[in-house]
């Protein structure tokens, strides 16, 4: 039997990554102490690797299919079929961003005034280049953690780190004066498995369904009946993806209305469809939108 070889990626995407599946249809389990996930497809097999090094395995084939950050793409200059961007994190659903980093109190005010000067990042094959091309000279070392530590106790100049709020940024009394790059996670491909007509067609399958459900995330669906003579107050209450659905119900008189909502704004609308002759109003989960 063919199989397609699926690479996790281990770390802060592995939870949301397993859940993301989860959603659109594969059950992914293993346990704490191993790297071979089992999941409910005997079509595939996976393989627990670090984002930074998932691009490297699936350009020289040894994954078919992984998913890692553009960044490390990036970084690892790796030939691959990007295949779906799938814009999800452990914390939000925002592209994160690569800063340049220093102190409140630094003198440092602009990516120029890096000049002659250290920094220090995970980032560094890109970070080197990025202040190459803007002909600054710079002395990039690789960080291997705790990289606002570093800058903190004046070890370095600067940092370039990934963020996504800036909370953390801020909360070690450092500020941003420099945006380098934004990225955000992505189904990838190898070349020559994109090339198989199998591969292809079950990497379609996963991409087709992992869309989903990040289409559905933060969303709910509201099904409800009203009268005829309040279905235009009701409507315009009703943001929807295109317009809600509306069929017709055994009586002539009735109708029912179907619709996709932001689960942010349920507990003020609910009322607001109540008093425009809303019944029967219905509020279910939703795993994929597609």
């Keep these: 039997m063919k199989k397609l070889k699926l690479g996790i990626p281990k770390g802060s995407l592995e939870a949301n990554t397993v859940d993301l599946f989860k959603r659109a249809g594969w059950r992914i389990t293993y346990d704490s102490r191993s790297y071979f996930p089992d999941i409910d497809d ?6 627990l690797v670090r984002a930074q090094e998932m691009s490297r395995y699936v350009a020289d084939g040894t994954l078919d299919l992984g998913l890692t950050g553009q960044d490390w793409i990036i970084e690892n200059e790796s030939d691959v079929v990007s295949v779906q961007d799938l814009i999800y994190s452990k914390t939000s ?47 990039v070392e690789f960080s291997w953690g705790a990289t606002e530590a570093k800058v903190v106790e004046g070890l370095v100049d600067a940092i370039v780190e990934v963020t996504e709020t800036g909370n953390t940024i801020r909360a070690n009394k450092l500020k941003i004066i420099h945006e380098l790059l934004r990225t955000n996670t992505q189904l990838i491909a190898n070349r020559e498995a994109w090339g198989d007509p199998w591969k292809r067609q079950k990497i379609e399958q996963i991409r087709l369904l992992l869309n989903g459900s990040l289409q559905a995330m933060g969303k709910v669906g509201l099904k409800m009946n009203v009268s005829r003579e309040n279905l235009g107050g009701l409507v315009i209450l009703l943001p929807a993806l295109k317009a809600p659905t509306i069929s017709n119900l055994h009586s002539k008189d009735w109708l029912a209305v179907e619709t996709i909502v932001s689960g942010n704004i349920v507990r003020d609308l609910i009322p607001l ?14 795993n994929k939108v597609i």
Aim: a neutral charge; aromatic letters at 8%; hydrophobic letters at 35%.
């Design 42 to 47: 005997d079509e595939i097999s996976c393989l």
């Design 273 to 286: 469809l109540k008093e425009a002759g809303a019944e029967g109003i219905i509020e279910y989960p939703l």
């Design 93 to 139: 659903t925002r592209q994160a961003r690569w800063v340049l980093v220093v102190r409140e109190d630094s003198p440092i005010r602009s990516i120029e005034d890096m000049e002659g000067k250290r920094l220090s990042t995970e980032l560094v094959n890109f970070t080197k280049r990025y202040f190459a091309e803007r002909k600054i000279r710079v002395q």
